[in-house]
């Protein structure tokens, strides 16, 4: 039952668009009709059902809007650069579609300095703030949202320059500039060797 239910949840993600996972295992238990269930399939269990799902039903169309994504994140990141950013979420992992939006976590001690930037360079803005843990206790950081080129918006949180090097950084979840180099290198050599 918990493969149905991520198989029919990375169906929801992929074709409605739904970005909120816990929303698709919910309506996928209902449309399955176990509603009720305790045993909804994890994040992680979606997610390779949603990579199954389009290999075998959007291998022509998701590749290159998956490029695109990344090709702006990289130049956001580039923009970026003195803050170390990392690109995180479904862009990275490969999951995303052309409602996902693209995250970037910065790091400084200075919680106006990326503010500064923004507004030195003209970019328009929307800012806000993130809640995240921080040393074990919730914390408020500030955040900014940009629209790419191609009207994808940039979400961007600013953590203390001290959680960089955290041990919850891991390349399968988070990339620096030189890691989402590698990945679209790999990824434009894939799609270079089969243009299908």
Do not use: C
Not at 69 to 93: D, I, Q
Not at 110 to 139: I, M, Q, S, Y
Not at 182 to 193: D, E, F, H, I
Request: charged share 25%; aromatic share 6%.
């Amino acid at each position: 039952m918990r493969e149905q239910l991520a198989h029919q949840a990375a169906r929801l993600i992929a074709e409605d668009g739904i970005t909120d996972f816990a929303f698709a295992k919910r309506k996928a238990a209902k449309q399955l009709g176990a509603a009720e269930t305790h045993h909804l399939p994890s994040n992680e269990e979606v997610v390779n059902a949603l990579h199954s799902y389009r290999a075998l039903y959007q291998k022509d169309s998701h590749p290159d809007m998956l490029l695109q994504l990344r090709e702006e994140a990289l130049a956001a990141m580039k923009l970026l650069e003195e803050f170390k950013p990392y690109l995180t979420g479904s862009v990275l992992n490969g999951t995303a579609n052309e409602q996902s939006d693209i995250n970037l976590m910065l790091f400084s001690d200075d919680a106006k300095a990326v503010l500064l930037f923004l507004l030195k360079h003209n970019l328009d803005f929307d800012d806000g703030e993130w809640k995240t843990r921080v040393g074990g206790h919730e914390e408020t950081v500030p955040s900014y949202t940009l629209t790419s080129d191609s009207d994808a918006q940039i979400h961007i949180i600013v953590m203390p320059e001290n959680t960089r090097h955290s041990g919850s950084r891991h390349p399968e979840t988070h990339a620096d500039i030189s890691a989402l180099e590698t990945l679209l290198a790999g990824q434009s050599a894939q799609l270079v060797n089969d243009p299908s």
